[in-house]
């Protein structure tokens, strides 16, 4: 089954990571963590020029910090227990993403892809074994 739905980076970051909901640490996000992360990936998408160090440098910055408080639209001890939050699900350090959740878009791309495979939950057989 493919299904297609029509995006931009903005939404992209946000409907990937509503996907991504099945699943450790995603699955522990309410929908303000979700805004707050799919807005540090899109800042990092648009300052995918730099390098990750750089790019980090920014949107960590105390200024960097303001304008996604600021997007936001919440206040400052809110965003901060929102930042606390995402580097406890181990999401973020103080001065960056985690590399492995630095998720990609391609603007030049007519199609982002995102594969989920489904397999045989290993227990299911353990369990018709034993009868």
């Known amino acids: 089954m493919i299904l297609t739905i029509p995006t931009d980076a903005r939404g992209y970051f946000r409907n990937l990571l509503r996907l991504l909901q099945l699943f450790k640490p995603f699955n522990e996000m309410p929908d303000s963590e979700i805004k707050l992360f799919s807005l540090i990936l899109l800042y990092y998408h648009r300052k995918k020029m730099l390098s990750l160090e750089d790019a ?35 999401l973020i350090t103080y001065d960056g993403i985690v590399p492995k959740y630095l998720f990609k878009y391609n603007e030049g791309a007519s199609v ?17 074994a034993r009868g």
Request: a positive charge; hydrophobic letters at 35%.
């Open 112 to 128: 982002n892809e995102v594969v989920f495979k489904f397999v045989k939950d290993e227990r299911e057989k353990k369990q018709q």
């Open 56 to 90: 980090s440098g920014y949107i960590f910055s105390k200024a960097g910090r303001f304008k996604l408080m600021n997007d936001l639209g919440v206040s400052r001890p809110r965003f901060d227990n929102m930042m606390l939050s995402l580097r406890k699900k181990g």
